[in-house]
């Protein structure tokens, strides 16, 4: 009896622990979720911070497999150049190149180029899944 009321305690402190963390994670996530996409026409940091990443990510790429090498301003607009280099970007990732940084490529950018390079407040101007 005593083993059964101790697992049960035990499995009581484990719920209200994964709750803690779920609710937690959940605040974090909902932060994120919530972003539009960054698309043509757009400005302001989101801009930015892809025109960072797709830097970053051109610059890694140009070693081989044909990859230009990008002259992106990363001036905050999201013009003509920068939308050739997210399709760019999107077709060599295999996802749909529509152009529009939404929560998939949003969140390669940020997983594979920004956070990478310590540009940890695009967290917060880039749309992710989470």
């Known amino acids: 009896m005593k083993l059964s009321i101790k697992s049960a305690f035990r499995g009581a402190i484990v719920a209200a622990g994964a709750t803690v963390l779920i609710g937690a994670g959940a605040t974090t996530a909902s932060a ?8 043509y026409g757009d400005s302001g940091a989101g801009v930015t911070c892809v025109q960072k990443a797709l830097t970053l990510w051109s610059n890694d790429k140009t070693g081989g497999g044909g990859w230009p090498r990008p002259s ?32 998939t490529t949003g969140e390669l950018l940020y997983l594979e180029y920004l956070r990478p390079a310590g540009e940890n407040y695009c967290y917060s101007s880039v749309p992710t899944p989470w």
């Open 32 to 39: 994120q979720t919530g972003l539009d996409n960054i698309q």
């Open 72 to 103: 992106v301003a990363v001036d905050g607009a999201f013009g003509a150049e920068t939308l050739k280099y997210v399709k760019l970007f999107q077709e060599a990732k295999g996802i749909d190149a529509d152009g529009v940084v939404g929560k």
